[in-house]
């Protein structure tokens, strides 16, 4: 059975900083592409960073770029998302995602089958 549980939201004042794991179980973790998106209330899903199967190719949203970090350690199974600076906007529910796919990263929601139950992320300001 794959699991992806995700951790590490909370409330933050804006400025600050956060980092999101996503511990994964059942799954060849090392051949996988992995993505972080998140879904504010009333808006879509969207992807705000991906990472390919290597971790040599990460892909991310320009509302993010600069200030967030996506990683994985494929020997702990483990999927990671650095955020900082954050900004009330950045408030959202953060979900991870698996992705079974070729050799680079992937931002459609359609390309990951496995995904996580999410994280509240809430940045005050």
């Known amino acids: 059975q794959v699991q992806l549980v995700e951790s590490g939201g909370d409330l933050v004042q804006a400025g600050g900083s956060l980092s999101l794991s996503c511990a994964t179980s059942?799954?060849?973790?090392?051949?996988?592409?992995m993505g972080w998106f998140r879904q504010a209330p009333s808006k879509e899903r969207e992807c705000i960073a991906a990472?390919?199967?290597?971790?040599?190719?990460?892909y991310y949203a320009d509302s993010v770029k600069g200030r967030f970090t996506i990683s994985k350690d494929n020997a702990k199974n483990t999927a990671f998302l650095q955020m900082n600076n954050l900004k009330p906007e950045d408030t959202a529910v953060y979900y991870c995602?698996?992705?079974?796919?070729?050799?680079?990263?992937?931002?459609?929601?359609?390309?990951?089958?496995?995904w996580g139950q999410g994280t509240q992320v809430t940045v005050s300001s």
């Open positions: 995602a698996a992705s079974r796919g070729g050799i680079s990263y992937y931002i459609s929601i359609r390309s990951y089958a496995y």
């Open positions: 990472i390919n199967w290597s971790g040599g190719e990460t």
């Open positions: 059942g799954l060849p973790f090392s051949r996988f592409a």
